[in-house]
């Protein structure tokens, strides 16, 4: 993909990460994701438009609200240039609109599907369910001959999951089986090292927590698993392929 191209879905992705910000403020708790526009968290003052400008405006403003000076989390420009740096790698490492496509859905998907987590150990199906349709649709305008793996991989990941919450609920929730479902969709076969990632990274986190506080604490120590499957997504989308490209020339 040329230059240009990368660079204009870089741009689209910050504003866009701006967005997304919004929703994952916004979508947890039940408000209007049009109405009202931006606002100062403390003071509440609209804020103008050349002061939502992403990254450059809270930059420009040392990360305080130009009315009442208080600070304005470094969140707000980390999400929107991780948004754009994700959107840019997407263009650049896709030269096929259906690639391009699915992994835009899934970025978008991914961003606030972390944040909401991490803030409230739930993924909505407001954003899990938009995203899974939106690959279906990608799948067959653009690559109907795939869509076929996108179901299985769809399937197998998903019910993974599900089988999981099953027999452990108290370990993984329904919102964890659905996200691994829109993954399947949007990476295809490259869901099996997203997952596998996802689960070695989730265990090392968890080990260190239990090395620290001690097993029973541990145990007790409550720690959202969609960050770990969205780091795991992430990779997938850009070696996944590699991988399993690796793995069965080497055992297969």
Not at 27 to 49: D, F, H, I, N, W
Not at 123 to 144: D, E, K, Q, R, S
Request: aromatic share 8%; with cysteine; glycine share 12%.
């Amino acid at each position: 993909m040329s230059a240009g191209a990368v660079v204009f879905a870089g741009i689209a992705g910050l504003l866009i990460g701006s967005f997304l910000n919004v929703v994952a403020y916004r979508l947890p708790r039940g408000e209007s994701l049009v109405k009202p526009g931006s606002r100062c968290p403390s003071c509440g003052t609209p804020v103008k438009p050349y002061d939502n400008i992403p990254v450059l405006s809270w930059l420009l403003l040392r990360g305080k609200c130009r009315h009442c000076g208080e600070p304005i989390s470094a969140r707000y420009p980390l999400v929107e240039a991780a948004t754009g740096l994700l959107y840019a790698g997407v263009v650049a490492k896709y030269d096929d609109a259906f690639g391009i496509a699915v992994g835009l859905i899934l970025v978008t998907a991914l961003v606030p599907i972390v944040l909401i987590d991490l803030e409230t150990f739930t993924i909505p199906n407001a954003i899990t369910l938009p995203a899974a349709v939106a690959a279906l649709i990608a799948g067959v305008a653009l690559n109907i001959d795939g869509v076929s793996e996108q179901l299985i991989a769809a399937a197998a990941a998903g019910g993974f999951f599900l089988l999981a919450v099953l027999l452990y609920p108290r370990g993984m929730g329904m919102g964890d089986a659905k996200l691994a479902g829109v993954m399947g969709l949007c990476l295809g076969r490259a869901v099996a090292p997203a997952v596998l990632i996802g689960l070695i990274t989730g265990v090392l986190v968890g080990g260190v927590i239990m090395a620290r506080l001690g097993v029973q604490a541990g145990r007790k120590t409550k720690i959202p698993f969609g960050p770990f499957l969205a780091l795991g997504a992430v990779i997938a989308l850009f070696v996944g392929d590699s991988i399993v490209n690796w793995y069965t020339d080497t055992y297969f």
